[in-house]
């Protein structure tokens, strides 16, 4: 049943008038009305009514179409265009061209909701509303406007048919859904609000659709007439309320939907865009709205077939719309236009009303100092850095945790975690896994059925599933298979692994979910972009937290507002360098700098990685393992990292023997070895030998003695294959005898004590590692990969990596002629280490570069990471402090430190607070407190022969660093 109420009656339940704020009017107004004024009355009758009609055209479309819309502005005084699909180079000569036909200038109008993208070709899209929506601090969205307005701007763009401001709370929505901030009145207005502000900041005007509401419907305007059976009451606290708090912060125009909506208009099936009740009485008398009143496409099916070519187009305007959006023939219109003025059905008041807003508009978006769209680096323009930065703190603060049991996100104890990852979705997750991958080692499961699943799964402790939705566009398909409800739900209830579900979609899709009780983690991703994939994966594991609140309900379990805060357990994240303050372009001389260092043939291949404020922001690979290698370097490929061992694998254990009372600084060599009591040794103290103070020489060719006349190895120190008596690998088909081991000591404690001066040694590693074993009777590789690599989640920091990966995974370091005689791949380089059966503790330590910055970043965060402490944050500054810098000794206690004179270990540029070290295969790391920077280079410089010194001449990993340095833009 209709109702037919008094328009006047709904001032009783109606939003406040918005009074006399005109959004069009800017600060000189007098120079505004002059300008207006001037146009007007030099314009035709025809001319003036041209002005009310934008006309559409597609960049894409054949010359001959483009052609008539240029004749169209030219010969009829057409007011505005409304660019369609295309391509944005194409777009902007249109434009040039179309302005230079017109004697008024064009009003340029576009679709833009989520970006140029939503049009156009080879442009960037933003996150939808609906993400957007999940959002808690405003400003952010703020940023997406404003980004999205200075795109419109430098294409031309005058006026952006954004932001959508429909309440979505119907879930069958075929045309609004995404495009919605959700279905929470007060926060769709604050988003609205805040998009506003975004996009008039870089002077685009706005326009606030579908008015009076398009949300609660399941039909779609495009192809029929939608009912909005709503009481005023209703519309008044729900469809209404965004428009109106949003008009009072500045909203240009307002773009009247085609509706019905019987409790505002009497008149059944009466489209709400033709009602003078809506548009003139509600909108302009009732709300107050003083701004630009623009129609939906006139030539849409819910009101174009709803009277006569041209007929429509007079019934909008009569009913108070100013601008005529894509009328189906505007020749016939304007015929019908004039008939109406000449027979006085519309007035020369009411015609110069429209006709002045529309150049207020006109003027309000620059067009009085009109400039042509300039086509020099459009493209590169529109797709700037800067979009990845706005998209990537929207999509960070959208991230919303829908559940989480246990406090499962983000993981924790990374060390007895066996975790699996299944693929649900017609969109790629690779991107998602590969993310997953940077922080643990997370299986891809593939099944057919069920069966399959259940027993390739038993093996896993936790399942990630991720459904994954294609992303190209708001309208598509969300909604999870049969099949994968019912995967879903039996995978939840395996009794041997927690769940996860990571959702790539729009949040309704978890309507159709039977329930929740067996799953113990939700975490809804909004879109499957590939930043989007990345940053869920950081959160589950705790480079970001989580803040997002659900934008509409999506299950009787998740009502709309929906979301658990997660804080991040400072793990590193993965960014680009201008969230960090840092500049791309300015940090592209880093690979300009690598590639010299590959031609000059200082090495094969290297990775190197930066990392600020706790993201990484640059991580490649170059080169080859070999320079006759086929294959490139890999992210996973593993370096030997020489020296790096120190302070990566014997220098953190020291320092928690320190906390733990097991060691002190002041210790002496004769107090850790007994057997050094009586030797030169025996007053070499911790700290001393540390910080290379302590008199030792530089290091002790043990090989050396091992070979026999030929300069082979000698069958009195070694054998083919392993026995009892000859245990210690040292490379293929070589074994060295065990007795050795006390040879190595013995000789060590027969060395004298040179000159009192700063000199960098391996021997005193030697001497920790024997402590630290004899201490805890278990090898140091054990010892720490049990207190700092596996909980750290580190899958390729190892000692003896062929134990664990296969050769191909590992880089070279060196086809030795002179002690192994074979290609040195997959054992450690150094002789003295490998003499130890790879394990030292000076060297012997392998790994990558990202996760050398894992551990780099723990030092930097005081101990902290992944959430467990390994140091106190006293522990660190103590090891990283420089105690004999009066003499000269740069060094801290294991670390390196920077120069004290001219020439040194870094560029020069870094902190005193920065520490680090390098290796003898061509690897170097370096962290600094007060930059929060770390920096990682691996090569192996060594390879094919270790006389092969260029890198260092070069100084080329101290270059790379100024490089780094010089990028810091803030």
């Not at 912060?249 to 008149?267: C, F, Y």
């Not at 298979?481 to 979609?505: M, Y």
């Not at 005689?821 to 490998?834: F, I, R």
């Given at each position: 049943?209709?109702?037919?109420?008094?328009?006047?009656?709904?001032?009783?339940?109606?939003?406040?008038?918005?009074?006399?704020?005109?959004?069009?009017?800017?600060?000189?107004s007098?120079?505004?009305?002059?300008?207006?004024?001037?146009?007007?009355?030099?314009?035709?009758?025809?001319?003036r009514?041209g002005?009310?009609?934008?006309?559409?055209?597609?960049?894409?479309?054949?010359?001959?179409?483009?052609?008539?819309?240029?004749?169209?502005?030219?010969s009829?005084?057409?007011?505005?265009?409304?660019?369609?699909?295309?391509?944005?180079?194409?777009?902007a000569?249109?434009?040039?061209?179309?302005?230079?036909?017109?004697?008024?200038?064009?009003?340029?109008?576009?679709?833009?909701?989520?970006g140029?993208?939503?049009?156009?070709?080879?442009?960037?899209?933003?996150?939808?509303?609906?993400?957007?929506?999940?959002?808690?601090?405003?400003?952010?969205?703020?940023?997406?406007?404003?980004?999205?307005?200075?795109?419109?701007?430098?294409?031309?763009?005058?006026?952006?048919?954004?932001?959508?401001?429909?309440?979505?709370?119907n879930?069958?929505?075929?045309?609004?859904?995404?495009?919605?901030?959700?279905?929470?009145?007060?926060?769709?207005?604050?988003?609205?609000?805040?998009?506003?502000?975004?996009?008039?900041?870089?002077?685009?005007?706005?326009?606030?659709?579908?008015?009076?509401?398009?949300?609660?419907?399941?039909?779609?305007?495009?192809?029929?007439?939608?009912?909005?059976?709503?009481?005023?009451?209703?519309?008044?606290?729900?469809?209404?309320?965004?428009?109106?708090?949003?008009?009072s912060?500045?909203?240009?125009?307002?773009?009247?939907?085609?509706?019905?909506?019987?409790?505002?208009?009497?008149?059944e099936?009466?489209?709400?865009?033709?009602?003078?009740?809506?548009?003139?009485?509600?909108?302009?008398?009732?709300?107050?709205?003083?701004?630009?009143?623009?129609?939906?496409?006139?030539?849409?099916?819910?009101?174009?077939?709803?009277?006569?070519?041209?007929?429509?187009?007079?019934?909008?305007?009569?009913?108070?719309?100013?601008?005529?959006?894509?009328p189906?023939?505007?020749?016939?219109?304007?015929?019908?236009?004039i008939?109406?003025?000449?027979?006085?059905?519309?007035?020369?008041?009411?015609?110069?009303?429209?006709?002045?807003?529309?150049?207020?508009?006109?003027?309000?978006?620059?067009?009085?100092?009109?400039?042509?769209?300039?086509?020099?680096?459009?493209?590169?323009?529109?797709?700037?850095?800067?979009?990845?930065?706005?998209?990537?703190?929207?999509i960070?603060?959208?991230?919303?945790?829908?559940?989480?049991?246990?406090?499962?996100?983000?993981?924790?104890?990374?060390?007895?975690?066996?975790?699996?990852?299944?693929?649900?979705?017609?969109?790629?997750?690779?991107?998602?896994?590969?993310?997953?991958?940077?922080?643990?080692?997370?299986?891809?499961?593939?099944?057919?059925?069920?069966?399959?699943?259940?027993?390739?799964?038993a093996?896993?402790?936790?399942v990630?599933?991720?459904?994954?939705?294609?992303?190209?566009?708001?309208?598509?398909?969300?909604?999870?298979?049969?099949?994968?409800?019912?995967?879903?739900?039996?995978?939840?209830?395996?009794?041997?692994?927690?769940?996860?579900?990571?959702?790539?979609?729009?949040?309704?899709a978890?309507?159709?979910?039977?329930?929740?009780?067996?799953?113990?983690?939700?975490?809804?991703?909004?879109?499957?972009?590939?930043?989007?994939q990345?940053?869920?994966?950081?959160?589950?594991?705790?480079?970001?937290?989580?803040?997002?609140?659900?934008?509409?309900?999506?299950?009787?379990?998740?009502?709309?507002?929906?979301?658990?805060?997660?804080?991040?357990?400072?793990?590193?994240?993965?960014?680009?360098?201008?969230?960090?303050?840092?500049?791309?372009?300015?940090?592209?001389?880093?690979?300009t700098?690598?590639?010299?260092?590959?031609?000059?043939?200082?090495?094969?291949?290297?990775?190197?990685?930066?990392?600020r404020?706790g993201?990484?922001?640059?991580?490649?690979?170059?080169?080859?393992?070999?320079?006759?290698?086929?294959?490139?370097?890999?992210?996973?490929?593993?370096?030997?990292?020489?020296?790096?061992?120190?302070?990566?694998?014997?220098?953190?254990?020291?320092?928690?023997?320190?906390?733990?009372?097991?060691?002190?600084?002041?210790?002496?060599?004769?107090?850790?070895?007994?057997?050094?009591?009586?030797?030169?040794?025996?007053?070499?103290?911790?700290?001393?030998?540390?910080?290379?103070?302590?008199?030792?020489?530089?290091?002790?060719?043990?090989?050396?003695?091992?070979?026999?006349?030929?300069?082979?190895?000698?069958s009195?120190?070694?054998?083919?294959?392993?026995?009892?008596?000859?245990?210690?690998?040292?490379?293929?088909?070589?074994?060295?005898?065990?007795?050795?081991?006390?040879?190595?000591?013995?000789?060590?404690?027969?060395?004298?004590?040179?000159?009192?001066?700063?000199?960098?040694?391996?021997?005193?590693?030697?001497?920790?590692?024997?402590?630290?074993?004899?201490?805890?009777?278990?090898?140091?590789?054990?010892?720490?990969?049990?207190?700092?690599?596996?909980?750290?989640?580190?899958?390729?920091?190892?000692?003896?990596?062929?134990?664990?990966?296969?050769?191909?995974?590992?880089?070279?370091?060196?086809?030795?002629?002179?002690?192994r005689?074979?290609?040195?791949?997959?054992?450690?380089?150094?002789?003295?280490?490998?003499m130890?059966?790879?394990?030292g503790?000076?060297?012997?330590?392998?790994?990558?570069?990202?996760?050398?910055?894992?551990?780099?970043?723990?030092?930097?965060?005081?101990?902290?990471?992944?959430?467990?402490?390994?140091?106190?944050?006293?522990?660190?500054?103590?090891?990283?402090?420089?105690?004999?810098?009066?003499?000269?000794?740069?060094?801290?206690?294991?670390?390196?430190?920077?120069?004290?004179?001219?020439?040194?270990?870094?560029?020069?540029?870094?902190?005193?607070?920065?520490?680090?070290?390098?290796?003898?295969?061509?690897?170097?790391?370096?962290?600094?407190?007060?930059?929060?920077?770390?920096?990682?280079?691996?090569?192996?410089?060594?390879?094919?022969?270790?006389?092969?010194?260029?890198?260092?001449?070069?100084?080329?990993?101290?270059?790379?660093?100024?490089?780094?340095?010089?990028?810091?833009?803030?």
């Open positions: 049943m209709r109702i037919n109420l008094h328009l006047p009656l709904f001032l009783l339940f109606c939003l406040q008038a918005i009074g006399q704020f005109n959004p069009l009017v800017v600060k000189d007098v120079a505004q009305m002059a300008w207006v004024e001037n146009h007007y009355a030099n314009m035709t009758l025809e001319e009514i002005q009310l009609f934008m006309v559409s055209v597609a960049s894409n479309q054949s010359k001959s179409a483009t052609d008539r819309v240029r004749d169209l502005v030219a009829e005084g057409i007011g505005g265009v409304i660019f369609l699909v295309g391509g944005p180079v194409q777009q000569q249109l434009t040039n061209a179309y302005q230079a036909a017109s004697k008024v200038p064009l009003l340029i109008g576009s679709d833009a909701e989520w140029m993208a939503m049009r156009l070709d080879s442009t960037y899209a933003f996150p939808w509303n609906m993400t957007l929506g999940a959002i808690q601090d405003s400003t952010v969205v703020e940023k997406v406007g404003h980004q999205i307005g200075k795109h419109a701007k430098r294409l031309g763009v005058h006026i952006n048919f954004a932001p959508d401001l429909d309440v979505n709370n879930p069958q929505n075929p045309i609004i859904g995404n495009r919605s901030f959700g279905e929470d009145p007060k926060n769709v207005a604050e988003k609205g609000r805040a998009f506003v502000r975004g996009m008039e900041k870089a002077g685009v005007l706005t326009s606030g659709k579908h008015f009076p509401g398009h949300g609660d419907t399941a039909t779609d305007s495009h192809k029929s007439l939608p009912i909005i059976n709503s009481s005023l009451e209703r519309l008044d606290s729900i469809e209404l309320y965004p428009f109106k708090e949003v008009m912060t500045g909203l240009s125009s307002t773009m009247v939907a085609h509706l019905d909506v019987p409790s505002l208009e009497p008149r099936g009466h489209p709400s865009t033709l009602s003078k009740n809506i548009v003139t009485e509600v909108l302009q008398n009732q709300l107050g709205f003083k701004g630009l009143i623009i129609t939906d496409a006139l030539n849409m099916k819910a009101v174009s077939d709803f009277a006569p070519e041209g007929e429509v187009e007079l019934q909008a305007f009569l009913a108070g719309n100013d601008l005529l959006l894509m189906e023939n505007v020749l016939k219109a304007k015929e019908t236009f008939k109406a003025y000449n027979d006085g059905v519309v007035t020369e008041e009411r015609l110069a009303k429209s006709v002045k807003k529309i150049l207020m508009a006109k003027y309000k978006a620059g067009l009085y100092n009109y400039r042509p769209v300039r086509l020099e680096n459009l493209l590169e323009d529109l797709n700037s850095i800067e979009n990845d930065v706005v998209y990537e703190e929207a960070e603060a959208a991230i919303t945790v829908a559940k989480n049991n246990f406090s499962l996100m983000p993981i924790k104890k990374l060390d007895n975690k066996k975790i699996a990852y299944v693929h649900f979705g017609d969109d790629p997750g690779a991107t998602f896994h590969e993310a997953l991958n940077k922080y643990y080692k997370v299986t891809h499961i593939k099944a057919k059925d069920i069966a399959q699943y259940k027993k390739e799964l093996k896993y402790n936790l990630i599933i991720g459904f994954h939705k294609d992303n190209s566009s708001p309208w598509k398909g969300y909604k999870f298979s049969k099949n994968e409800l019912f995967w879903l739900e039996e995978i939840s209830r395996l009794r041997t692994s927690n769940t996860i579900l990571a959702l790539f979609a729009r949040p309704y978890l309507l159709d979910v039977l329930n929740f009780d067996t799953m113990d983690g939700v975490v809804v991703g909004y879109q499957n972009s590939r930043i989007a990345k940053k869920v994966a950081e959160l589950i594991f705790g480079a970001i937290g989580a803040s997002g609140k659900l934008p509409v309900s999506a299950h009787g379990e998740f009502p709309v507002g929906t979301g658990v805060d997660v804080e991040p357990i400072q793990r590193l994240g993965y960014s680009i360098p201008e969230r960090v303050g840092m500049s791309s372009e300015l940090l592209a001389e880093v690979d700098l690598v590639q010299h260092g590959l031609d000059s043939l200082m090495f094969p291949g290297a990775q190197v990685l930066i990392a404020k993201k990484v922001v640059y991580d490649k690979n170059f080169g080859k393992p070999t320079y006759q290698s086929k294959e490139r370097i890999k992210e996973q490929s593993i370096y030997d990292l020489a020296s790096l061992t120190k302070i990566l694998s014997t220098l953190p254990l020291i320092m928690k023997m320190e906390e733990e009372g097991e060691i002190a600084l002041n210790d002496t060599f004769g107090e850790l070895i007994p057997e050094y009591a009586d030797t030169e040794l025996k007053e070499v103290s911790v700290l001393k030998a540390l910080s290379h103070y302590g008199r030792l020489p530089s290091w002790i060719a043990f090989y050396l003695d091992t070979l026999n006349k030929d300069r082979k190895p000698s009195e120190f070694y054998r083919q294959n392993p026995s009892e008596a000859f245990p210690y690998k040292v490379a293929e088909h070589l074994y060295l005898t065990r007795s050795y081991k006390d040879s190595i000591y013995s000789r060590i404690g027969r060395q004298s004590l040179k000159s009192n001066r700063y000199r960098y040694s391996d021997v005193g590693y030697y001497v920790f590692k024997e402590y630290i074993e004899d201490t805890y009777k278990r090898p140091i590789n054990e010892l720490i990969d049990e207190f700092l690599y596996k909980p750290m989640g580190l899958q390729r920091t190892t000692f003896n990596p062929l134990k664990k990966f296969s050769k191909e995974e590992i880089v070279p370091s060196e086809e030795d002629d002179y002690y005689y074979q290609t040195v791949q997959g054992y450690v380089h150094d002789m003295g280490a490998a130890q059966g790879g394990v503790g000076h060297a012997g330590l392998f790994s990558t570069a990202n996760e050398v910055a894992k551990i780099m970043q723990m030092y930097l965060q005081g101990g902290y990471y992944g959430g467990e402490r390994f140091f106190n944050p006293r522990t660190v500054k103590r090891f990283n402090t420089c105690y004999f810098c009066n003499k000269n000794v740069r060094r801290g206690v294991g670390f390196d430190k920077p120069q004290l004179e001219e020439k040194g270990p870094t560029c020069g540029c870094v902190s005193r607070q920065s520490f680090g070290h390098s290796g003898f295969t061509g690897t170097y790391t370096w962290a600094d407190p007060e930059e929060e920077i770390v920096y990682v280079f691996l090569s192996n410089r060594t390879y094919p022969s270790a006389t092969n010194t260029l890198l260092i001449k070069s100084g080329l990993r101290t270059r790379i660093q100024q490089a780094i340095y010089d990028s810091i833009i803030n």
